[in-house]
T-cell receptor, first 112, second 115 residues
Framework: QQPVQSPQAVILREGEDAVINCSSSKALYSVHWYRQKHGEAPVFLMILLKGGEQKGHEKISASFNEKKQQSSLYLTASQLSYSGTYFCGTESASNSGYALNFGKGTSLLVTP | DTGVSQDPRHKITKRGQNVTFRCDPISEHNRLYWYRQTLGQGPEFLTYFQNEAQLEKSRLLSDRFSAERPKGSFSTLEIQRTEQGDSAMYLC?????????????FGDGTRLSIL
């Protein structure tokens, strides 16, 4: 079952903060976050694992509430380059192997 | 690290024709995934391989779709007798099996348009 992302869209001025949420009705093993710019491939941002471990390579923070099966992505001091669509992909016992179940995305626009 | 490469980037074909897409994963990655993405949606899982073995197929993958990864390196996705509803971006991703929960790295995709 597809995770639910909120908000659907957000517009920020450069320097403002944003939070993007992802929730699932399934017990999750991990949550993966990606950013996709128009016409480009989704780019990996971060993995949050059951048990609290995080793996990422960008200056972005996130949380994973295992009890609520929710994850939040925190974008602070936003830059113009943060614009794009953010997707969460979830891994659970009901997924096919290691496949990810993606939400519909959150569109983020950062303006000067 | 040259990234995941997909070919062609765009494919326009008439309904009823067969099409084949190719994906070259990151060289040391032995997991390879195919996803489909339509406008305004996230990627939807189609199938995945570990080395040359196709381990899982989504129910989205009808009998008209077939995927192969013959030597555990590149993969092909073929769609036979294409239909209007097949129009989408077809994304390939790869990941390592070293450790657990490795990130999937996506290619730029093949955009399929059915006339």
């Amino acid at each position: 079952q597809q995770p639910v992302q909120s908000p659907q869209a957000v517009i920020l001025r450069e320097g403002e903060d944003a939070v993007i949420n992802c929730s699932s009705s399934k017990a999750l093993y991990s949550v993966h976050w990606y950013r996709q710019k128009h016409g480009e491939a989704p780019v990996f941002l971060m993995i949050l694992l059951k048990g609290g471990e995080q793996k990422g390579h960008e200056k972005i923070s996130a949380s994973f509430n295992e009890k609520k099966q929710q994850s939040s992505l925190y974008l602070t001091a936003s830059q113009l380059s943060y614009s794009g669509t953010y997707f969460c992909g979830t891994e659970s016992a009901s997924n096919s192997g290691y496949a990810l179940n993606f939400g519909k995305g959150t569109s983020l626009l950062v303006t000067p | 690290d040259t990234g995941v490469s997909q070919d062609p980037r765009h494919k326009i074909t008439k309904r009823g024709q067969n099409v084949t897409f190719r994906c070259d994963p990151i060289s040391e990655h032995n997991r390879l995934y195919w996803y489909r993405q339509t406008l305004g949606q996230g990627p939807e899982f189609l199938t995945y391989f570990q080395n040359e073995a196709q381990l899982e197929k989504s129910r989205l993958l009808s009998d008209r779709f077939s995927a192969e990864r013959p030597k555990g390196s590149f993969s092909t996705l073929e769609i036979q007798r294409t239909e209007q509803g097949d129009s989408a971006m077809y994304l390939c991703a790869s990941s390592s099996t070293e450790g657990s929960n490795q990130p999937q790295h996506f290619g730029d995709g093949t955009r399929l348009s059915i006339l």
